[in-house]
């Protein structure tokens, strides 16, 4: 098994994390096309080192920047979101790894799902803004969708080799725990809320992440997303999602079935170990990642969220419960606040203030088509935007 891998967002934490695992398994994996937003330097380095078919570079002002610094090797070079939908669709790839943050990694997503790519998913915006579309599509194309998530790789790894089979032909699954560190505020309230700042916000306990996600991380949107994410990947319905929060990051998620018994999948925050399963699968490849030691854990805790401290996991569960493009919305909203929050412009409760207001003012459609969530998403940005400014 060699397997050609495209990696949509290769200078951010996942796709530098997965070129680290590629380059540690050369024999099963190699870079056929390499894509970032911004970063021309670090895409650059990572060409070179690697050598792929192609690179897209998401800012087309800095097309020049990097043909002329690939001149000498045979790497193709294109610029822009369009080129990047057109180049994850080329014949030699056998596996998209959708790593970029936020909204953009919806079109190419998709675009690669309509071109029968298989999809290591680790951009859960995609199905939260347009998880039905996302989903029957890949159902139509015969695409699989792996998740890279911790949480929803633990989920997959737990349901694999499970039969769905039951006496009356329901599913077998009962409920799923999606485990939360809690982030470094865990136990904090909103008088202390009120005035931390994001030098304070980007210390994760547990995981080394991008500045989004962390910020995400803090505030529980990024379990909120999750959530919404899971009732996509695998067919479930609202009541049967729940969120923990178990601060030592250890059980990275829990299948409860419907004869009682539970399936956890363990071990340390270590984002390569998902990866090389998503890429992989249906393989297990050997690795020399860290490995746990029940006796440096004597003790794994766990505790209910505060939903009324953290208030984006309970709007996520109410985006989710109404459908329509609400999980779209708070996408949107979250994404400017988060943005707005990292550039002090916005303190941190702010932030959720904020996206419960482009809630209630931003237009609701019950059956989005993708035109509606791509005006939904311009709607609402602009919407937030406005209250910031």
């Known amino acids: 098994m060699k397997r050609k891998i495209a990696i949509l967002g290769s200078t951010g934490s996942i796709g530098t994390q997965a070129i680290e695992v590629i380059q540690e398994q050369p024999q099963h994996f190699e870079v056929e096309l ?25 800012n087309e002002d800095k097309y020049l920047q990097v043909k002329e610094a690939l001149h000498a090797h045979p790497i193709k070079v294109f610029a822009g979101s369009k080129a990047l939908e057109q180049a994850v669709t080329m014949e030699g790839i056998d596996v998209v790894l959708t790593a970029m943050v936020g909204y ?41 969708i792996y998740p890279v998530d911790s949480e929803h790789s633990a989920i997959f790894q737990c349901l694999t080799g499970e039969f769905d089979f039951t006496l009356n032909n329901g599913t077998a699954i009962e409920k799923i725990y999606l485990t939360a560190s809690g982030g470094p505020f865990r136990g904090k309230k909103k008088d202390f809320l009120q005035s931390v700042k994001k030098e304070q916000a980007l210390k994760h306990p547990n995981w080394d992440m991008g500045a989004k996600i962390t910020i995400d991380s803090a505030s529980l949107m990024n379990k909120g997303l999750e959530v919404i994410e899971a009732k996509w990947l695998f ?23 419907i004869d009682g018994s539970m399936k956890a999948q363990m071990g340390l925050p270590d984002m390569k170990l998902p990866i090389q399963y998503a890429l992989a699968y249906p393989y297990r490849i050997p690795s020399d990642f860290p490995r746990f030691n029940f006796l440096n854990y004597p003790s794994l805790t766990f505790e209910p969220p ?27 909203a979250n994404e400017v606040v988060v943005e707005s929050f990292l550039k002090d412009k916005i303190g941190f409760l702010q932030m959720s203030d904020i996206i419960e207001a482009c809630m209630q003012k931003a237009s609701f ?4 088509t993708i035109h509606d969530y791509v005006a939904s998403d311009k709607e609402t940005r602009a919407l937030a935007y406005e209250m910031i400014n």
């Open 365 to 368: 459609v019950k059956t989005p």
């Open 104 to 144: 953009a990694g919806l079109l190419p997503t998709l675009a690669a799902i309509e071109a029968g790519k298989q999809i290591a998913l680790a951009n859960k915006e995609t199905l939260v803004v347009a998880g039905e579309l996302v989903t029957s599509l890949a159902r139509q194309k015969g695409v699989n």
């Open 306 to 332: 505060d939903t009324e401290t953290f208030r984006n996991l309970a709007f996520a569960f109410e985006a989710m419960r109404l459908g329509g493009n609400m999980p779209c919305i708070i996408n949107a």
């Open 34 to 58: 390499l894509a970032a937003h911004n970063n021309a330097e670090l895409l650059i380095k990572q060409a070179i080192a690697l050598q792929p078919n192609a690179v897209v570079i998401g």
């Open 235 to 257: 067919g479930l319905k609202d009541h049967q999602i729940d969120v923990i929060v178990h601060p030592q990051s250890i059980i990275h998620s829990v299948v409860q079935f």
